[in-house]
């Protein structure tokens, strides 16, 4: 079975500082999601990545994927305000899509 | 273009009640999949369907059932509502199944409280 885990579980960080979401999966597979969530709020994709060592990157956020390590990162560049949100990755197994989320990282930027 | 609806916005039963939720692609969108969130967890995969067909099925009971209509519109059904079915649920959808790549879009959900 697919498992998906992220760390931290929460975090907290000042405004202008840098940090990195982590996102391990336990068996092969060929894709891998970020998704943002405000609270109440449906999923809003961020990134798609197919490929070992896609990178990519959308503003102050970028992600990037190790198919060998089961290891994707989100990082987090002079963090603002506006993305305060809890962060998921997906992980999708071959030939389907289902997606197998992970329990989450709730960021909160603080000025 | 809409985006992925989803209906009702909100819903309040009892337990041993029944509901049903409503979700509509994407237009050109032939695959629909459902997912529940419980407050506080990650969302978690009930069913996919594509062109009318169930093609996945997460670890959920009996009492959770959906379909697809022709026009690919989908139906989730929950019987004999539990306390722990209070959740939102998310609808999912996609152009189409298998192999190649296919972003899914999701609904605002239905945020479902039961009593």
């Known amino acids: 079975e697919l498992k998906v885990e992220q760390n931290p579980l929460f975090l907290s960080m000042q405004e202008g500082k840098n940090y990195t979401i982590y996102c391990n999966y336990s068996?092969?597979?060929?894709?891998l999601y970020w998704y943002r969530q405000d609270p109440g709020k449906s999923l809003e994709s961020l990134f798609v990545?197919?490929?070992?060592?896609a990178v990519k990157q959308e503003g102050r956020l970028m992600a990037s994927l190790d198919t060998k390590a089961r290891l994707s990162t989100l990082h987090i560049t002079a963090a603002v305000h506006d993305l305060s949100a809890t962060y998921f990755c997906a992980v999708s197994d071959f030939g389907n899509e289902k997606l197998t989320f992970g329990t989450g990282t709730r960021l909160t930027i603080i000025p | 273009d809409a985006g992925v609806t989803q209906s009702p916005t909100h819903l309040i039963k009892t337990r041993g009640q029944q509901v049903t939720l409503r979700c509509s692609p994407i237009s050109g969108h032939k695959s629909v999949s459902w997912y529940q969130q419980v407050l506080g967890q990650g969302p978690q995969f009930i069913f996919q369907?594509?062109?009318?067909?169930?093609?996945g099925r997460g670890n959920f009971p009996d009492r959770f059932s959906a379909r697809q209509f022709p026009n690919y519109s989908s139906e989730l059904n929950v019987n004999a509502l539990l306390l722990g079915d209070s959740a939102l649920y998310l609808c999912?959808?996609?152009?189409?199944?298998?192999?190649?790549?296919?972003?899914?879009?999701f609904g605002p959900g239905t945020r479902l409280t039961v009593l």
């Open positions: 369907y594509y062109e009318k067909e169930e093609r």
């Open positions: 990545l197919l490929s070992n060592g």
């Open positions: 999912a959808s996609s152009v189409t199944s298998g192999r190649t790549y296919n972003e899914q879009f």
């Open positions: 068996t092969t597979s060929d894709r």
